[in-house]
């Protein structure tokens, strides 16, 4: 089990550092306009090809890369309908706060959790090692974070149901 | 002019098919005699197809092959450094299935061969749009 983890990771972390060769690129159609171009899509010279990375039917990972911008999308293990429900309002919590985090999007992509932008601009202003650090030690900590959130709601309801039940 | 064009099309996917077939045969034989490094060498052979029946015919062919490797770092020693593109496309083939068995091999193989083969190859598997698998 923590093996396949650490491949999952590795192979992550890898992809990022291959597919993190980002560049300014200003906008083709519209004079004076930069957009990300991996959002807008409208050349697919532009574009390299999408790799979907799953460690099983549960988690995958969605790396898009362009010219200048890399999207990165994830699918978090989900177990039952406890895990579901912290899981959509923790992200919810983290993308609602994206401006904080620079390079997070503000809604997942369609399909996944919670996705990340990185552009040109963020790797010249941060270190690209760390960036990628960064999104790895991510994916390490939201598992621990749910289940550390799954555990004190089940210590929380147990200790409320005992003392509810004390009055019978 | 034109349907001749696409019956001659269409003779080239049947021709295709049968091909792949005949390497999905000598995979299979050549596995059952345990000599997975063959069946890699065949089975990562020839140009990848450009229609899309055969691209998951072939893909099926590769990943039998893929999936009797036991002793990745042997199989990535022995094989030539010009089939390490080729089948780092077909990991990431691999990784995107979804399925667990396939995953996990795929996992390994995927470090092993970055480890060979380093960036340069994730990349060219990332930037090829042309020959994709």
Known sequence: MASTLRLYLTCIRNTLEAAMCLQNFPCQEVERHNKPEVELKTSPELLLNPVLICRNEAEKCLIETSINSLRISLKVKQADELENILAKKFLRFLSMRAEAFQVLRRKPVQGYDISFL????????????????????????IDKEISELKMSVSTRGRLVATEFLKQF | MAEAEKSMGSDNVEDILTKIENKSLKIESLIKQYKPIEAIKTALEGYPPQDERCKFANWIVVRKALMAIKDVEGILRSLNPQYYDILMKYVYRGLSTGDRTTCDQCLKIHEKLTEKAGFGCILRSLADTVNTV
């Open chain 1, 118 to 141: 990185i552009t040109n601009y963020h790797c010249e202003e941060l270190q690209k090692q760390k960036l990628i650090d960064f999104i790895v030690q991510f994916m390490e900590d």
